[in-house]
C-alpha cells in the first residue's frame, strides 16, 4: 500500500524559510517522479514542483521558481521542499503526490505565513 | 501554459442521478488527464486515469472520455458519499494545471 506522510508545516513570518518533507513506503521510490501540490484556504489545487525519481530534474511554477527547492534523498525514500522568502499568499496545505500522474497523494501539512 | 477549463463549476443533484463534468485543454494533451475527488479537509484522491481508466478500488458509477483537447467525467448514479469537489489534471507538459474544480452539491 502506498503511503505518503508530510510534514514540518506550521507558521512562519513573512520573508522566513521553512522545510518540507514527505516520507514515502509501499513503492520503489527511487523509479518514480514526485510533486508538491498546494491550496490556499478555499481555493483550488495548484501544482508546485515535480522533481525526477533520479533527482536530476526540476520543475516549478512560475509562483515560487528562484523561492522553493525541490530535493530528494531516494535512500531515505523522502522527499523536500525548501521554501524560503515566504510571502503571505503561500499559505496553503500543501501535499505531497507520487509519479509523473501524480496518483497518490498524502495527507497534507499546512504552512501558514503571518506576522 | 496549457489552459484547464473545467464547467460548470458547481452544480445541484439528486441521489441517483446522472453527472457530466466537463474539461477542456487549450491544446492536446493526448490522453494524459486524471480526475480527482475531494472531500472537505481531506486530500484528493485519483478516480481516473489516463482520461478513461478507473483507478483500483473505484466504483464503476465513475467513467471518463475524451481525448486531445475535451475529456469528460460521468457519475451514471450519484450516491450520498459522492457529493465532493472535482478536478481535473493534465501531465502532458509542464506546468502541471488543474481545471478550477466542480462541487457537486445535494439538490
Known amino acids: 500500500e502506498v503511503q505518503l506522510l508530510e510534514s514540518g508545516g506550521g507558521l512562519v513570518q513573512p520573508g522566513g524559510s521553512l522545510r518540507l518533507s514527505c516520507a514515502a513506503s509501499?513503492?520503489?521510490?527511487?523509479?518514480?517522479?514526485m510533486n508538491w501540490v498546494r491550496q490556499g484556504p478555499g481555493k483550488g489545487l495548484e501544482w508546485v514542483s515535480t522533481i525526477s525519481g533520479g533527482g536530476g530534474s526540476a520543475y516549478y511554477a512560475d509562483s515560487v521558481k528562484g523561492r522553493f527547492t525541490i530535493s530528494r534523498d531516494n535512500s531515505k525514500n523522502t522527499q523536500y521542499l525548501q521554501m524560503n522568502s515566504l510571502r503571505v499568499e503561500d499559505t496553503a496545505v500543501y501535499y505531497c503526490?507520487?509519479?509523473?500522474?501524480?496518483?497518490?497523494w498524502g495527507q497534507g501539512t499546512l504552512v501558514t505565513v503571518s506576522s | 501554459d496549457i489552459q484547464m477549463t473545467q464547467s460548470p463549476s458547481s452544480l445541484s443533484a439528486s441521489v441517483a442521478d446522472r453527472v457530466t463534468i466537463t474539461c477542456r485543454a487549450s491544446q492536446g494533451i493526448r490522453n494524459d488527464l486524471g480526475w480527482y475527488q475531494q472531500k472537505p479537509g481531506k486530500a484528493p484522491k485519483r478516480l481516473i486515469y489516463?482520461?478513461?481508466s478507473l483507478q483500483s478500488g473505484v466504483p464503476s458509477r465513475f467513467s471518463g472520455s475524451g481525448s486531445g483537447t475535451e475529456f469528460t467525467l460521468t457519475i451514471s448514479s450519484l450516491q450520498p458519499e459522492d457529493f465532493a469537489t472535482y478536478y481535473c489534471l493534465q501531465h502532458n507538459t509542464y506546468p502541471r494545471t488543474f481545471g478550477q474544480g466542480t462541487k457537486v452539491e445535494i439538490k
Open positions: 503526490a507520487s509519479a509523473d500522474t501524480l496518483a497518490f
Open positions: 509501499g513503492f520503489t521510490f527511487s523509479n518514480y517522479a
Open positions: 489516463a482520461a478513461s
